[in-house]
T-cell receptor, first 121, second 107 residues
Framework: VQLLESGGGLVQPGGSLRLSCAAS????????MTWVRQAPGKGLEYVAG????????DYADSVRGRFSISRDSSDNTLYLQMNSLRAGDTAVYYC???????????????RGQGTLVTVYS | DIQMTQSPSTLSASVGDRVTITCRAS??????LAWYQQKPGRAPNLLIY???TLERGVPPRFSGSGSGTEFTLTISSLQPDDFATYFC?????????FGQGTKVEIK
């Protein structure tokens, strides 16, 4: 299993970024996939998740309405579209594979090395 | 959301010490709890899932226990490689929540 994030960078408040996570060794449709972030010097925070098969999505309250998680089975990639970015969104964003089809009842088994998003003014 | 509270926030210990970290959930999560280890600049690694099941390849000096709302992670004999930050995580709900972390430092 390998997960490789990309798309992070510097953006001004109100701007947008799209993160990608290229997966190999498994199908992103076969497991729940999530994005988890970590602000500098802080703990881990669940951002968004998408279930295997049906593809239902869920979001943390802090990003609901601004972020959108999706996946593309043709290139086995997970995405996070981030709009209306705020300073509080500054963090390393990790793509993570869950142990089962849905996040509830599944734990984080594999993750990428993360991509840094910095929102500055 | 289910809140996870870890204690202590920082722990100073010596090589060979027995170390215990506690994690409390704001409501019952049965045994839907995982523990992760994170070293500076690195992504977190899974140690334990379902409160007490050791992930493959994790040394047996690590152990987990608990159910409901109270859980512990124990390192039976602290090794130099174990100085790191440890996080608990509940996965009872669709939106995972993590403890704030416990940093294990060299005494």
């Amino acid at each position: 299993v390998q997960l490789l994030e990309s798309g992070g960078g510097l953006v001004q408040p109100g701007g947008s970024l799209r993160l990608s996570c290229a997966a190999s060794g498994f199908s992103v449709e076969s497991y729940a996939m999530t994005w988890v972030r970590q602000a500098p010097g802080k703990g881990l925070e669940y951002v968004a998740g998408i279930s295997g098969r049906g593809g239902s999505t869920d979001y943390a309250d802090s990003v609901r309405g601004r972020f959108s998680i999706s996946r593309d089975s043709s290139d086995n990639t997970l995405y996070l579209q981030m709009n209306s970015l705020r300073a509080g969104d500054t963090a390393v964003y990790y793509c993570a594979k869950a142990s089962g089809l849905v996040a509830s009842g599944s734990y984080l088994t594999d993750r990428g090395q993360g991509t840094l998003v910095t929102v500055y003014s | 959301d289910i809140q996870m509270t870890q204690s202590p926030s920082t722990l100073s210990a010596s090589v060979g010490d027995r170390v215990t970290i506690t994690c409390r959930a704001s409501q019952s999560i049965s045994t839907w709890l995982a523990w992760y280890q994170q070293k500076p600049g690195r992504a977190p690694n899974l140690l334990i899932y379902k409160a007490s099941t050791l992930e493959r390849g994790v040394p047996p000096r690590f152990s987990g226990s608990g159910s409901g709302t109270e859980f512990t992670l124990t390192i039976s004999s602290l090794q130099p490689d174990d100085f790191a930050t440890y996080f608990c995580q509940q996965y009872e709900s669709y939106t995972w929540t993590f403890g704030q972390g416990t940093k294990v430092e060299i005494k």
